[in-house]
């Protein structure tokens, strides 16, 4: 469907109608702050503790305002038979607010968040040369970067704020003095690991140490109960009454062919008295 002729001229003047009937509001400043939104572009604060030295931000920027120097320093290893290691050491950040246009690219290329957004503006210089803004600037402009929104919960913590936290607990515990140690302490541990005695019981009770295992009731077969030999097997090197040594024959058991005390009688005469007779 076409355009009705005139249509556009119709709502310009309407907006022109609407203005006119009310009342103008005008902000006195500088007596009167203006209320400006969270993410409004004013000047970059630098967070130094986050900065690597990677150069991103000054390749980026389209106007090359952004200055930075650095020279490399040594680690030396963590651990013993450890490799050094290099790093980057930040000597000069520098912006140019004169040159900057305020796009905002340095910002979000920073891969550790060390460049934010504050929504101060009141920067103003009589000499251009003053607009340029050094580190030391830069850090005091992070004080006013009003604090990020709340996260959704079960979010994850940003990472400016955990690297913050860490670098602070780092120098605390630097900082605080060592914690006192108590004179007894190890008598005290090596206390706690014996184990006490019962009362009414002698040391020589409690030195004495406990069986493993307890006798059983029922022994196993072939092995008699504690206190008890069995008299059906002698032990080892000693010969059962029963059972003669070899040669020797048993008093009670005669010869086979001979007759036993008992048997003979009065009458028959002993083997060996007949020939005498």
């Known amino acids: 469907m076409a355009p009705i002729p005139g249509s556009g001229l119709a709502k310009g003047l309407a907006v022109t109608l609407r203005t006119m009937t009310k009342k103008s509001v005008t902000a006195q400043y500088p007596d009167a702050q203006p209320d400006l939104p969270p993410r409004t572009r004013g000047v970059i604060g630098l967070f130094e503790e986050n900065c690597t030295v990677c150069m991103l931000c000054a390749r980026e920027c389209p106007d090359w305002c952004i200055y930075i120097d650095s020279h490399k320093e040594t680690v030396p290893a963590a651990a013993p038979g450890g490799r050094e290691r290099s790093r980057n050491v930040l000597d000069r950040f520098a912006i140019d607010f004169s040159l900057c246009m305020y796009c905002g690219i340095c910002i979000e290329v920073c891969p550790f968040d060390a460049l ?3 929504p101060e503006f009141e920067y103003a210089e009589t000499d251009i040369r003053d607009l340029t803004h050094e580190r030391d600037k830069l850090r005091e402009w992070m004080w ?4 990020p929104p709340a996260l959704d919960p079960g979010a994850e913590e940003p990472k400016e704020l955990a690297t913050a936290r860490k670098t602070a607990d ?5 900082q605080a003095p060592p914690a006192p140690t108590e004179p007894h302490a ?3 541990a090596r206390a706690a ?3 006490t005695r019962p009362q009414g019981a002698s040391k020589q009770q409690t030195d004495q140490p406990e069986p493993d295992h307890a006798q059983p009731d029922h022994p196993t077969p072939g092995q008699p109960k504690p206190g008890q030999t069995k008299p059906d097997h002698p032990t080892p ?3 059962k009454p029963d059972h003669p040594k070899p040669g020797q024959t048993k008093p009670d058991h005669p010869k ?3 007759a036993t005390p008992d048997q003979l009688k009065p009458d028959q005469p002993t083997p060996g008295q007949e020939g005498r007779e």
């Open 170 to 174: 780092k120098l605390a515990a630097q």
């Open 237 to 239: 090197g000693q010969t």
């Open 186 to 188: 190890d008598e005290q």
């Open 193 to 195: 690991e014996q184990p």
């Open 144 to 147: 006013t970067v009003p604090a």
């Open 256 to 258: 086979p062919g001979e």
């Open 116 to 118: 934010f957004w504050s």
